[in-house]
């Protein structure tokens, strides 16, 4: 399985402003994705993230909120725009190949305060 | 809208025992089956993937897969107090996972 970091593993951040998460793989992937984890909640997808391409986004979010970036195979990142106390969740990278397993990064914990 | 339905429990069994966890699926097309557990304040955490039909057994896990019956079931057997946690479905088509909302599984000493 590859190994995946992500940071901040958390923050407390103020309302209006934004936060870049990194995630890191150990060797290249063929498909990364970012997820949300609401309290108490299921893993919702956010997007898939494409080597040098916009992202596929999911209903319900959009680019200009989550803006996502994937330089390469090994590397992207998620930032939360404007963040408002409704954006406190935790973030989860995750990586897999397209029918098999994936696996997860440790998650960012985000407060909106 | 692809759905996974899991009971959120919680799923209470004394150590020992055998815990039995399930799912259903909405998507006929799915191909790819997992298990996730995932511990409080921690990233979900892959026990147990399956692609076709039948059991599939690793060490005290079980997995079973009925596509006709759109069904997935984890089975663990000797249940420790370690294995309390949330247990997550996870369903896999056309590249993406889609999650149920999990089962919480406490296993008492």
Redesign the interface.
Known sequence: ?AVISQKPSRDICQRGTSLTIQCQVDSQVT?M?WYRQQPG?????IA?ANQGSEATYESGFVIDKFPISRPNLTFSTLTVSNMSPEDSS?Y?C?V?S??????????T?LTVV | QKEVEQNSGPLSVPEGAIASLNCTYSDRGSQSFFWYRQYSGKSPELIMSIYSNGDKEDGRFTAQLNKASQYVSLLIRDSQPSDSATYLCAVKEGGTLTFGKGTMLLVSP
């Not at chain 1, 909640?41 to 997808?45: D, G, V």
């Open positions: 399985s498909m994705f909640q299921s893993l919702t997808l898939t935790i989860l995750s897999s397209r029918d098999r397993e994936a696996f997860f990064g440790q998650g914990r």
